[in-house]
T-cell receptor, first 114, second 114 residues
Framework: AQSVSQHNHHVILSEAASLELGCNYS??????LFWYVQYPGQHLQLLLK??????LVKGIKGFEAEFIKSKFSFNLRKPSVQWSDTAEYFC????????????FGSGTRLSIRP | ETGVTQSPTHLIKTRGQQVTLRCSSQ?????VSWYQQALGQGPQFIFQ???????GRGNFPPRFSGLQFPNYSSELNVNALELDDSALYLC?????????????FGPGTRLTVL
């Protein structure tokens, strides 16, 4: 069955700390991978995406993610977080032939202490 | 802001009733996807419409149905409401149905079933 797992439900960091949010997926065939962010009171928006090519993907606001096929992982990283990064983060996946149906993980709530 | 709008913002219904939620897609987009996001969970794919035809469906019962109109706006209808239908309902529009097309999410409709 297709699934996406995020093991950290709530992460609390201080400003300037480094961030890594874990994501593992289970998907047959070619997979597209995404990280979405939902800031308080705002729409869900795309942070970054991986379709093919370089497994290290850079997104907006200094975020990056690394696709490791052997580990079925797509972890999100940021070297130095800011208070404005406080948000809910969702890892997601879609398959090559399933149009644009996206399967989301359960989300990780990130709280940044000023 | 993504250009995707949803109405109403909030809705309260009782068990057994029917509800219709509406979505206006971003200008130029012909594909609309609907997702259900229960509290503390990631969005779950309900179905997708492409050029007025259903183009894929998730694991939701037939009492969840939809429509897409010639202007590509869309409706989600839920019959015989159950308590577990309480959730945030998100629609997302994309330029086309292919996997490379980014989905832009609306703000959602919060449905409460009493």
């Amino acid at each position: 069955a297709q699934s996406v797992s995020q093991h950290n439900h709530h992460v609390i960091l201080s400003e300037a700390a480094s961030l890594e949010l874990g994501c593992n997926y289970s998907y047959g065939g070619t997979v597209n991978l995404f990280w979405y962010v939902q800031y308080p009171g705002q729409h869900l928006q795309l942070l970054l995406k991986y379709f093919s090519g370089d497994p290290l993907v850079k997104g907006i606001k200094g975020f990056e993610a690394e696709f490791i096929k052997s580990k079925f992982s797509f972890n999100l990283r940021k070297p130095s977080v800011q208070w404005s990064d406080t948000a809910e983060y969702f890892c997601a996946a879609s398959g090559y032939s399933s149009a644009s149906k996206i399967i989301f993980g359960s989300g990780t709530r990130l709280s940044i202490r000023p | 802001e993504t250009g995707v709008t949803q109405s109403p913002t909030h809705l309260i219904k009782t068990r057994g009733q029917q509800v219709t939620l509406r979505c206006s897609s971003q200008s130029g987009h012909n594909t609309v996807s609907w997702y259900q996001q229960a509290l503390g969970q990631g969005p779950q794919f309900i179905f997708q419409y492409y050029r007025e035809e259903e183009n894929g469906r998730g694991n939701f019962p037939p009492r969840f149905s939809g429509l897409q109109f010639p202007n590509y706006s869309s409706e989600l209808n839920v019959n015989a409401l159950e308590l577990d239908d309480s959730a945030l309902y998100l629609c997302a529009s994309s330029l086309d149905r292919g996997r490379h097309n980014e989905q832009f999410f609306g703000p959602g409709t919060r449905l409460t079933v009493l």
